[in-house]
């Protein structure tokens, strides 16, 4: 037999105390016989007798209680006898995910958990460590202080890799793997880990309570450019009904304030208008015991690019200018003779105003164009169209530009729910003004219609991100550029397709960002916030910039876009919110796992220090049992 602690048992010179105040007790007396009571000698020796002998049972007792408690508290062991366990090697992982923020009955989770480590009999034994984000190959107290929270998903069959790869793969060695987690179901654990050359422990950290308000994501809605909203959505995880003010900032100063009430296991969406056409530094906070870091979420709101929009033309196309006017749209036009390809490649939109023939260029240049979806207008000519033209259209799926006709109709339908005109009319109307046409073509699609005939043909119908009308426009053909209709016609088509950039990226994954910035060969963009500056990894093409992102930044935060030293843009990084959801897996279900439930358990675990680790609580037994044979003897020996 071992000691853990050996040095406890310099406790037991403290028997002698007990001895010496039983040999005090035990000192002789003179007998002196008085007359009249010799009866009573017999009865008096042998009251003397049974006294003695009580006195050595109870020494006997407390010597044997005194000497359970102190071998106890040296936590006696047998040695190992698993062959080669001094060759023992041992890998922990150490979980630094932001769900260890949450808070168990000795503070924080991960900080707890380092508090431990530090406190454990490592730094004398072979042992690596890695968490989320970090790997030391060996464990120093310095670099366990520095292990901070990561925005890194991970899961358990990476964990379990990344330990295999750790270890040993000769069959003499001891393998041990520690995970010290919270163990939430986005680890994925399996039901069963079949690697049986490796012995796994889990020590699980449980949090004290898993009530908890977060900011889940935030969203932009709008009915133009000019006219954005920005929705926050909020969810109660816990059992009570909660409120929390909820705080919009614009770098530090405050832009708007509310507050919400949630039932238990809800959420409800807060908007708050958006007037300003940039918000580079924003974020929306909450107040919450709960987890920490889902109480904030970063958004970055950049200034929108101008459209650009690209009319070929062949009629006259004022009406076109004075929808898409600056500063919102950059428009450019030109006849279908004298057409720059370089504005026409650049060309968010692209317009065919009653061209009547493509040429091969043209052909081939309008596909590419709408294989990277881009916008495509289409108003054929009343005149005629050429075969080119109706393959073209074909290929688009668009057919009928064969079938002409020439006849006075109405445009009498409209689709109302139709993304083109939401938020355009407040109520239906029933005594519109149609518009008419003198001569349209019968186009059959079967795609998406808009606007109807009074046949219940298509006027202008959709396919993808191409949209086609059955007639020209012209003012010989059709009245309809001088209705109300064209002016939120032309403008949606031009803004269905419009791509807002991201109001935030996730932490811990690849995102590759395009930068509309152009830089020279030898320059470099840097991500900036108020703690750091990193540069990312980034790729330069077409007057643009792609920066991809994956394991940093680690930290949520804005980050600023830094080109000579100006700031371009704004992009902010969050956590992802599966670390908020407080689910956790059942360990008692998962196979081949030990708990433990302290880190001293695990390092004089069978096979590393000791065979068994119960003694102890045997000798605590045993001294329970001393004290009360002791108390027996006290009340019923006589």
Request: with cysteine; aromatic share 10%.
């Amino acid at each position: 037999m071992q000691f853990y602690h050996p040095e406890v048992l310099y406790a037991l010179v403290l028997l002698i105390i007990p001895i010496i105040v039983h040999l005090f007790q035990l000192r002789k007396f003179k007998t002196e016989y008085f007359t009249n009571v010799k009866f009573l000698k017999k009865l008096s020796l042998q009251t003397r007798k049974s006294s003695r002998i009580k006195k050595w049972l109870v020494l006997t007792t407390r010597l044997l209680a005194l000497t359970a408690i102190i071998m106890a508290f040296a936590q006696p062991y047998f040695p190992s006898k698993t062959p080669g366990s001094k060759n023992v090697e041992v890998v922990i992982f150490l979980d630094n995910s932001y769900s260890m923020e949450a808070k168990g009955k000795k503070g924080k989770l991960l900080e707890r958990s380092i508090q431990e480590l530090l406190e454990s009999e490592f730094s004398d034994k072979n042992i690596s460590l890695f968490t989320n984000s970090e790997d030391f190959e060996k464990i120093t107290p310095e670099g366990l202080q520095n292990i901070k929270f990561s925005g890194n998903p991970i899961d358990f069959k990476t964990v379990i890799l990344k330990a295999t790869n750790k270890l040993p793969k000769d069959t003499l060695t001891l393998k041990k793997f520690l995970v010290v987690s919270d163990f939430q179901q986005n680890l994925k654990l399996p039901t069963e880990l079949s690697n049986t050359d490796i012995t796994l422990y889990a020590y699980p950290q449980i949090p004290e309570r898993k009530e908890n308000i977060k900011i889940d994501t935030a969203f932009l809605t709008s009915e133009s450019i000019d006219s954005r909203s920005l929705n926050v959505k909020i969810s109660n995880s816990g059992v009570i009904s909660q409120s929390t003010p909820v705080s919009l900032y614009n770098s530090d100063k405050l832009f708007g304030k509310t507050s919400v009430t949630l039932e238990p296991n809800s959420y409800e969406i807060i908007t708050f208008p958006i007037n300003d056409p940039e918000i580079m530094k924003g974020k929306v906070q909450i107040e919450d015991n709960g987890l920490l870091f889902d109480n904030t979420l970063y958004f970055s709101l950049n200034k929108i690019l101008p459209i650009k929009v690209c009319s070929i033309n062949v009629e006259n196309s004022d009406f076109l200018e004075r929808i898409y006017s600056s500063p919102e749209f950059e428009y450019n036009n030109f006849l279908v003779t004298a057409l720059n390809y370089n504005v026409l490649n650049d060309a968010d939109v692209i317009i065919l105003n009653e061209v009547p023939e493509f040429s091969n260029v043209l052909t081939s240049t309008l596909s590419k164009l709408v294989s990277a979806n881009k916008i495509l207008i289409i108003i054929p000519s009343s005149e005629s169209v050429r075969a080119n033209f109706i393959s073209f259209t074909k290929n688009l799926g668009i057919l009928g530009f064969e079938n002409r006709q020439e006849q006075e109709k109405f445009i009498t339908n409209i689709k109302y729910q139709h993304p083109l005109y939401k938020g355009v009319f407040e109520q239906q109307v029933k005594n519109f003004e149609y518009p008419k046409v003198q001569v349209n073509y019968h186009l059959n699609s079967g795609s998406n219609t808009i606007l109807s005939l009074q046949d219940n043909q298509p006027f202008l119908l959709q396919k993808e991100n191409t949209f086609i009308f059955s007639a020209s426009l012209n003012l010989r053909n059709s009245n309809f550029i001088k209705s109300p209709l064209v002016v939120p016609t032309f403008y949606k088509m031009a803004i269905s397709n419009l791509n807002t950039p991201p109001l935030y990226f996730n932490l811990g994954v690849e995102n590759k960002i395009t930068v509309p910035i152009s830089i020279n060969n030898d320059e470099i963009v840097k991500l900036n916030s108020e703690k750091i500056s990193i540069i990312p990894q980034q790729k330069s093409s077409d007057g643009k910039i792609e920066i991809t992102t994956s394991e940093l930044p680690q930290t949520p935060d804005n980050y600023s876009v830094v080109l000579r030293d100006v700031q371009q843009m704004g992009l902010s990084f969050n956590v992802n919110r599966e670390e908020s959801n407080m689910n956790y897996t059942d360990l008692d279900g998962i196979k081949n796992v030990k708990q433990i439930e302290n880190l001293n358990e695990f390092f004089i675990s069978e096979g590393y220090v000791a065979e068994k680790n119960t003694f102890w609580k045997w000798f605590v037994t045993f001294a329970l049992l001393f004290l009360i044979i002791e108390t027996l003897l006290l009340k019923y020996f006589k």
